[in-house]
């Protein structure tokens, strides 16, 4: 079905073109939102052609590759302008349109009644599209232009209500998003020099060869660099591809929002739901995870730099596990229970498990999706109220909503048969059995506890025990609102059939990509599973238990947690995300303004400005009076002065002839 | 010196200029039925009209027969246009290699684009001084005006002393008149009166020079044996320097250093400037605009004549491997022009005042891209073609700020920079024009006098000038203050309650198409720098 291949660039180009469209010519939120919408639903029709062209071709070849134009050529640095669909964006592509075109109908309905209408679909098309440039690129630089374009989309979305001095739980939305945009940039400076030792060391940017431009791929090539050394000087040395790896990692750590960059995305928070949804839950933040996996040639080739990996996301697991259990904030919970789950991708792509990882990753953006939209459900009938001291007993005011977020919640602890259960076991599995690594097995099972812990909570915080707060008027979405939350329901429940055990469609559709040995299902991990679920179970009625039956009346809007008694410091490390902000804050945000501020002041305000430019000026204005005074008009002076010169140039020329 | 009937096509238009030139003044002694302001003005404008379209057609002849730009094929099928297309072959034809008047007038590329520069800047002013014409004797403000001209093109060509002298004094005289045309005004009459005072000095100094330079001839022949063989012409004098001893070449050097300064006046280098600002500022602004434009032309034409033929072996060098001849004379020049014009423009107010400082400090870039046309061939060539390029760049940007600054006047818009202020509004379009023609003057990519400037500084870099090129950067960047002077009121300060100005139709359009000219120079280059290149090595 080679005739179908134009349509991968429908894709991308729907999205984008939606975005112009919407900027120009949609005026009104109607208007806006459909023609979004639209786009973002041709883009997931155009995404499940070109998956089916795909599923036409033979296994080992399944790749659709498209060169648009050389966008860059200088000397040896060959960079196409072209897309690469292949099993693997087709993964991703299908999550990104799906779950986009999901949330944009939902947008329909949440941000009905909004200021800046045109402007937030507009981003959102955007957003859309620079994410599927992102995972389509056929080179590291279109990727980093995707890259950078979520990156732009997020700090725009996140700023949406930008002239809101504050949104709950006090944030700032315009400081928030900055926040976003420079936490990012570090890990972008760090990728963008992975790229650049890639390029230099590897001769070439794209993923494989292109032919069109004649450059060799660089993943093929990775293996023989295995054992070569870059010299840092009095440092040492270190292997190309660790290099490589780490400097990946830290981009990784700042767009997943992984420890120590992690600090971004609870304060992301302050953008609208929906975008939460889709960019700081269900895909932008997923981009990292996939980098690694679409680099998995490198990272199996640098181990150093892989459990490198594996160590950050484990414990970024866990650490935000820890934190979402603190927090009273609605979508607070979901943002580090998001950072701890990417953490749970991390960790598996970086133990090898990418068909593991790209599964949790799939029925992670599903559940965590639709958790945010029912979240979005309930700030909307609660207008506005996102702390869960303020809500308790909802369940009888909006049953079809507490539904929909039982199901979301269920599937993120992992119960058993729902999406999260299968994957999250898997990636537990993968690091027990086959990479045989006790530690982390413990600790993403610690952090499986804590997660099912933390939903147990905030279940039982928002729709049981008594109503701390009276909401009458509250009342179910419907419409536009509704329909987005039964289909995201379903799926996170059902979801893990895309590769239940036995079956695995996902590892069989991405084994050509991946070339990963096939995961082996023994008894020793269905008796893990029956363990970790158990866990799972006993850590999720332990957070019910406590807080809606235990606790229930301590709970008092502006008053703390009643565990921070028993747990002191710990708990309040834990609330404040283990200090990171307290100490960016002190450590680099400070002394940087303090510096700012004596080079703006005295070196550039008195030195600079006041002596160098002003002085120069001042200097020059006095020389022109000078100059000025000898011109007077006269012409006898004028005449004096003519003749001066020629008397002066003729001792001129006597001084050269003298020499 | 002999005057042969095959010199006639090769000084057409000179002598088309003078035909014209009285013509002019010939119809309007015809025409003087009455002396009523009606019949003056209409007098005026015939004159005008005449000139105007007389200098048109010179123009093309010029250009035809210079054939630098394009050749006319050699005669084919006879189609409708032969019959006109044979008058531009023997035009061509007529454009003879060897030179005029037994090789005392140069008819090489150089001329021709000294003719199509200074009739060129004679034809816009023309057209320019038709909307406001001069109160009385308009007829003879254009004889003067052709006569001017013509002489300036004869300058531009001389290989010989004695008619690089009348020439100049044929120029001279006419501008004096011409500065102090409307000699009702006081502000005129002094302006005239200066001119001539300076002028008068400044021949004096010149012609002093020149006799030296005479002088020196007498050593050829003389050591050979042969009775001495002295001349006029530049090629003797090229001799005789090539011959002179020790003793002769203080001679040499004296004869050169006063001809230089003679001729500096015309440029109005610093410390021969001081005429310039008061004579711009009193004579009419179309006078000035001809002054500033054509009158320095052809001052550079002459000093290039005068120093690349008759004193090529005392050029020197302005750099670090030398300090000597008439190079360091002119780097002299260049730095205290560069230097106390832009800083004596700093604090005006009155615009033309400022105008005339800029185009002061613009004499010095000239000097500075005369520097390199005593060294070797490729280098000098590319010299020569750069200064061309810069006279082109600055003779379209004088006679559009002077001209825009006319046509202000015109509309009785005071002459300080606070009476531009809201220009925008009044007038958008002599407000684009000043500021194109200002910011090309600046030195602004990517108008035509960016890359003039850039052209010249490279010259002068590669003939070793650096330090010059480093201080001509920077009051570069003095000069750039100025000009933001000009352009601030105009932008950035309301009009309040100052009336809109109105523009006659003919100077809106000369006008405007000079600032397209500056972008068009400026965004591509490479037309001018052929053509440039071309008048260079068509010798």
Known sequence: MSDLRWVIWLIPTLPLLGAVATLLLARGERAAGMIATAAAGLSFVATLVAVWVLQTMPAEAARIESVAWTWIDVASFRVSFGLLFDRLTAVMALLITGVGSLIHVYSLGYMRGDSRPERFFAYLNLFVAAMLLLVMADNLVLLFLGWEGVGLC????????????????????????????????????AFLLAIMLIFSRLGSVSFLPNATLGTPGYLERAAELAFVDVQLGPLGSIGVLTAIGLLMLIGVCGKSAQLPLSTWLPDAMAGPTPVSALIHAATMVTAGVYLIVRNHGVFSAAPTAASWVVGVGAVTALLAALSAATQFDLKRVLAY????????????????????????????????????????????????????????????????????????ALALAGIFPLAGFWSKDEIIAHAWFTAQNPAIALILIASAAVTAFYMGRQVALIFYGQPREAHAAAHDPHGSMRWPLVVLAVGAAIGGVLNLPGVHWLSSWLEPTLAEPEAVYSVGKAVMAVIVTAIAVGGGYLGWWLYARVVDGNIVPGKTDPALYYLGDIWRGAELGWGLDWLYDRAIVRPYRQCSAFLGRVVDGEALDGLLVGGTGRTFVALARGVRAVQSGHARRGLAVFLLGVVVLLAALLAMTMR | MMFQISDVPRLLPELMLAVLALLVLGSDVLERWADDPAARRERGRAAAQLTGIGLGLIWLVTLVQGGLAFTIAPAGAAGPLDALLSLGRNLQAGGAERGALLGAFATDGITVMARLLLIGAALVVALLAGDHLPDAHPAEFFTLLLLATLGMCVMAAAQELIIAFVALECSSIALYVLAGYSARQPAAAEAGMKYLLFGVVSSAVLLYGMSLAYGVTASIGGADGGPPRVNTSFAAIAEAVRVADVAQRGAVMLAVTLMIAGVAYKLALVPFHSWAPDVYQGASPTVAAFLA???????????????????????????????????????????????????????????????????????????????????????????????????????????????????????????????????????????????????????????????????????????????????????????????????????????????????APVTAVTLALAALALIALGVLPGPLWQLAQAAVLAR
């Open chain 1, 154 to 189: 997020s700090f725009l979305l996140i700023g949406h209500y930008f002239d809101r001095r504050s949104v709950p739980p006090g944030i700032v939305p315009a400081e928030a998003a900055t926040k976003a945009f420079v936490v990012n940039r570090i890990g972008d400076a």
């Open chain 1, 337 to 408: 229970s998001t950072i701890s789950q990417l953490g749970y991708m991390v960790a598996a792509v970086g133990m090898g498990a990418y068909a593991a990882g790209m599964f949790h990753l799939l029925t992670h953006g599903l559940f965590k999706a639709l958790l945010f939209l029912a979240a979005g459900a309930l700030i909307h009938a609660l207008h506005d109220v996102q702390d869960m001291r303020r809500m308790g007993g909802l369940r009888q005011h909006l049953p079809f909503t507490f539904r929909v977020y039982l199901v979301g």
């Open chain 2, 293 to 503: 434009a054509a009158s320095k032309t052809a001052g550079v034409f002459l000093l290039v004549r005068v120093l690349t033929a008759a004193f090529p072996d005392v050029a020197g060098a302005a750099g670090a491997n030398g300090f000597t001849g008439w190079a360091a004379l002119l780097a002299l020049l260049a730095l205290s022009t560069l230097v106390l014009g832009n800083l004596a423009a700093l604090p005006q107010d009155v615009t033309r005042r400022l105008l005339a400082y800029s185009s002061i400090s613009h004499a010095g870039f000239l000097a500075l891209a005369l520097l390199p046309l005593g060294g070797a061939a490729p280098l000098r060539d590319a010299a020569s073609a750069a200064l061309l390029y810069y006279l082109v760049v600055a003779l379209i940007g004088s006679l559009a700020a002077f001209g825009a600054l006319a046509a202000l006047q015109a509309a009785g818009v005071a002459d300080r920079l606070e009476d531009l202020a809201g220009l925008r509004q009044r007038n958008p379009l002599l407000a684009a024009v000043l500021t194109i023609a200002i910011a090309s003057m600046a030195g602004l990519p990517p108008l035509a006098g960016f890359t003039a400037k850039f052209a010249v500084f490279v010259g002068a870099w590669e003939a070793g000038a650096a330090w010059l090129v480093v201080i001509a950067l920077v009051t570069t960047v003095i000069a750039l203050a100025y000009y933001l002077r000009v352009l601030r009121p105009i932008w950035m300060q309301p009009a309040d309650d100052r009336p809109t100005v109105s523009v």
